[in-house]
């Protein structure tokens, strides 16, 4: 398997998370190797810290932070490629104001990340999936992945209107979707079939051939640990064959990050 993982965003994972100790828990699950997924440092370390992911075992490669709402990111992403193992980017969007996403600037900016064979990785609230539609169409030549199924209501069970949100954005044949984040907001008890409905209507809407799948760690941790999402995983797709098994696991991540 090849994970994608980010490193703490709130509060109370705030607290030493090691490579070495993520790797001890993951080898046994079958994960060789993680690409990373920034975490929205501060503009001013984003280099920094692909650079020093970038250093640690088993990272196959990472996705970096940008900034494409500003007049420098061009710039920013040519810096970033030429870093062999950079590939793609991320801004993470659920915390930005709607209409930063929907700017001629930031239009024009992703327009740009072909040019320099990256992807752009979408971090939305599912309020804000709409928005990411229109910048997928409006941006078509770039390959986009919806990170953690689009951040549904798991813990509501809310299918609506986040369901429609999916089925119309995977419209898109320029968009994959990541089966991550899940059991972030699913209740502190979930069960599998808390998460089914939502993970099957993601695959359903976007096929095999364009999902990937992530460990969220240690995100995940707020409700599981790692063991536990892989489990809850293996019984998700239980009755998927070998090959549709092996796509999502790791052979699209291979694909679509190019690694």
């Keep these: ?85 950079i590939k793609g980017v991320r801004r993470v969007l659920h915390v930005a104001p709607d209409e930063m996403s929907q700017s001629d600037l930031f239009i024009e900016n992703i327009r740009h990340l072909p040019d320099y064979d990256l992807s752009f990785d979408l971090c939305l609230r599912a309020d804000q999936l709409p928005l990411g539609t229109e910048l997928i169409q409006k941006a078509p030549d770039v390959h ?26 995977a419209r898109m044949p320029n968009v994959a979707a990541k089966i991550s984040g899940v059991v972030a907001y699913a209740k502190p008890d979930w069960v599998v079939d808390d998460l089914r409905p939502f993970v099957e ?14 460990s969220d760690h240690p995100v995940c941790t707020q409700t599981a640990n790692l063991t536990r999402w892989v489990e809850a995983t293996h019984a998700l797709i239980k009755g998927a064959s070998d090959d549709e098994k092996a796509k999502l696991l790791h052979r699209n991540a291979e694909r679509i990050y190019k690694v």
């Design 1 to 85: 398997m090849l994970a994608t993982l980010g490193w703490p965003t709130r509060r109370r994972l705030n607290k030493p998370w090691s490579v070495d100790s993520y790797f001890a828990e993951a080898l046994p699950l079958g994960i060789e190797a993680a690409l990373h997924m920034e975490v929205d440092v501060a503009e001013s370390d984003q280099l920094a810290e692909t650079e020093f992911v970038l250093g640690l075992p088993r990272i196959a490669g990472a996705i970096a932070g940008c900034r494409p709402e500003n007049m420098g990111f061009v710039d920013q992403i040519e810096q970033l490629s030429e870093h062999a193992h």
């Design 144 to 169: 986009f992945i919806l990170d953690h199924c689009g951040v549904p209501d798991v813990a509501a069970q809310q299918l609506d209107p986040w369901r429609g949100y999916i089925t119309e954005m």
């Design 201 to 214: 209507h993601v695959i359903d809407s976007f096929g095999w051939d364009r999902v990937v799948w992530g």
